[in-house]
């Protein structure tokens, strides 16, 4: 299984929502990844966590907040968004261990966010 | 730092015919090398990557890219491009020191003319 399945594909929400993207994993991975990918460009780090630890947030503002529950689950928590924040959200998974903690990333499919 | 360029954003082929798209890297050591392919809306599918060994690595669906240390080059080639090959496709170098950081380049976006 080298599938990295994030849920939902898609969302709508207000600016004074509060939702979650939820992504998983099953190949016993233990670094994973959110990115941003606005429209034309290519995706945008925000997140890593190596081990259920947070190891870099590139700056994201607060209303993004990301959870790693279990190694094979991680989660991005929604507040208070602005439209500027729409776009397709991305989460990676890689071996992260020891020599091979720079593996190659597997990507999931995405969540399109539009923030009304 | 490192960064990775692709300079070209935009590539038009004709079905049947060759393509190369182009990818320049600045890293302080052997980098980690990918390339990946994304469609519309999509994720994106690795297609290859390179750590070390022989610089000629094949990938899936008939790609195959070969890392020129010289040059800092990590060109991705198909000798015979297919209509499903139309998608956009970014190179990435990995920061081997730096908690798997992966850097993206811009992107070069591939149509195939009939």
């Known amino acids: 299984d080298t599938e990295v399945t994030q849920t939902p594909k898609h969302l709508v929400m207000g600016m004074t929502n509060k939702k979650s993207l939820k992504c998983e994993q099953h190949m016993g991975h233990r670094a994973m990844y959110w990115y941003k990918q606005k429209a034309k460009k290519p995706p945008e780090l925000m997140f890593v966590?190596?081990?259920?630890?947070?190891?870099i947030n590139e700056s994201v503002p607060s209303r993004f907040s990301p959870e790693c529950p279990n190694s094979s689950l991680l989660n991005l928590h929604l507040h208070a968004l602005q439209p500027e924040d729409s776009a397709l959200y991305l989460c990676a998974s890689s071996q992260g261990t020891g020599e091979k903690r720079n593996t190659e990333a597997f990507f999931g499919q995405g969540t399109r966010l539009t923030v009304v | 730092a490192q960064s990775v360029t692709q300079p070209d954003i935009h590539i038009t082929v004709s079905e049947g015919a060759s393509l190369e798209l182009r990818c320049n890297y600045s890293?302080?050591?052997?980098?980690?090398l990918f390339w990946y392919v994304q469609s519309p809306g999509q994720g994106l599918q690795l297609l290859l990557k390179?750590?070390?060994?022989?610089?000629l690595v094949q990938g899936i669906k008939g790609f195959e890219a070969e890392f020129k240390r010289s040059q800092s080059s990590f060109n991705l080639r198909k000798p015979s491009v297919h209509w499903s090959d139309a998608a956009e496709y970014f190179c990435?170098?990995?920061?081997?020191?730096?908690?798997?950081?992966?850097?993206f380049g811009s992107g070069t976006k591939l149509n195939v003319k009939p």
């Open positions: 390179y750590f070390s060994g022989d610089t």
């Open positions: 890293y302080g050591a052997t980098p980690y």
């Open positions: 966590y190596s081990y259920e630890k947070l190891s």
């Open positions: 990435a170098v990995g920061a081997i020191y730096n908690f798997n950081k992966f850097y």
